[in-house]
């Protein structure tokens, strides 16, 4: 790579514009989220057709399929991200949406239940996160004070593609069939393509400052690649640095040093109870209303009612205020409380007029908790820990989602109801939004500690000999901002 252009790309770091063509990026991301986010939020309405198209596969096994697309989304995040620091962020989020579109075409073809695992699952999975991983990056880069409305606005397209997509894939099912609904759905997320191709290069300063320029220095492909410093060569010890550069080439982007920050790790437990059973109302909401005798277009308008709600609750989150003592992560904790217990009292829904009322009390809470979500794992950690930080949370939410909705058809196969799901779906969602209020502990652990740090710094300097640096047992613990709220 000619020196000159080295130099060229350093002088075009700039800090986040928080603004200007940010907001171009944001609205991209919502048309985004809503061919991908949307379209999962609407498999409900495929639930019944897939069962009686698949003679024999029970509800478990229908529900694998949107708990595998939506868990690989995010299990495939720690990749994702690894790929689109490596290669660029603007053609990782290209090159997925072409993925999933082709998933979506190849499910046409579908025998058995087990051909969509392969298809919508993983295809499908593995290309939204190509694209929603590194878009979500691509607005942590773009903003930092203003990043909780970018964020908000960029969600947004997930309520507007839950609100618009349910009817319309209803109405799909029943003029094509679900084979030609599924190749629609694919022309849709093809979309995807075009609004990645909006994500500008975007040099950081912060990035910039730590890049060390040699002459084995690699740059990658696309401008707005993130720049992975290169090793400096050291004459001792160089097997160590070889293997410690080949582990950061492998895995550029996962700093799993980041799980020994106590706030951030409780952060992730939290957010495992909530996703596990967080889309149990989009999967079963759907069919439990058909179950219970609703026709087929009033039961999709619930999700849609979830979709249109959803908007005001994204607004809401996005403009509400921070206070010292309660942050984000308070936020975000409340929230989910609140969702976990409107789920709870889902069995009390029997009619359509009190479904509806609980998709418009589910949809506020579900839109509100998105942002706040992505918002609270960006202000827990530095700017350039925030893609590592990005992929943990994702990837924990993949694994979560891939067990909760499995674990909930098979409840649902062995009671033979629908209320065991929401009831064990609203359990486990309230008791994660209770882990985050547990920090709050550490803002006393955080006083005693300067104050015992304080008197036995005053007690070091009034004896004559001289603290051993050495001995970790007589260095004072601190608590520091990083491993705090």
Known sequence: MPR?????NRRKAVDPPDGGWGWVVALSGAAMLASTFGIIHSMGVFFVPWREQFVGASAAEVALVPSMVMGITNLAAPIASGLGRKFGLRPVIMSGGVLAAAGFCLSRFATHIS?????????????????VTNMLISLGRYFTTRRLRANSIATLGGSLGAFAFPPLFQLLIDEYGTKGALLIAGGLV????????????????AEATNITYTERQSIAPDDNAIPIPAPVKEKHRHCCVC???????CLPIVDV?????????????SVGFVASNRQTSNIYMIPRAKFLGIDDYPAAFLMSTVGIVGIVGRCISGVAPEWERYRRIDQYGTVAVLMGFAMMLVPLATSYGSMVAYSVVFGLLF???????????ADLVEVEKLPSAMGL???????????GPAVSGALRDVTGS???????GGACVLFGGLIPFLLHMRVFTQRKDKQTSKQTMDNDMDDTEAPNDNDPSDRPMIITKETSL
Do not use: W
Request: aromatic share 10%.
């Open 190 to 205: 093809l979309h995807t393509v075009a609004f990645g191709s909006l994500v500008r290069p975007l040099h950081l300063k």
């Open 257 to 269: 040093n980041l799980l020994k920050e106590p706030s951030f790790l409780m952060f992730l437990i």
């Open 367 to 377: 839109g509100a908790l998105v942002p706040i979500t992505i918002t609270t794992a």
């Open 4 to 8: 000159h252009r080295l130099l060229k």
């Open 418 to 424: 629908y209320d065991a799901t929401f009831l064990l």
């Open 243 to 249: 293997s410690c550069n080949m582990r950061k080439r």
């Open 393 to 403: 949370r994702m990837f924990v939410q993949g694994v979560a989602t891939l067990v």
């Open 115 to 131: 051909h969509l695992y392969v298809t919508i699952g993983c295809l499908v999975g593995f290309g939204n996160s190509l694209g």
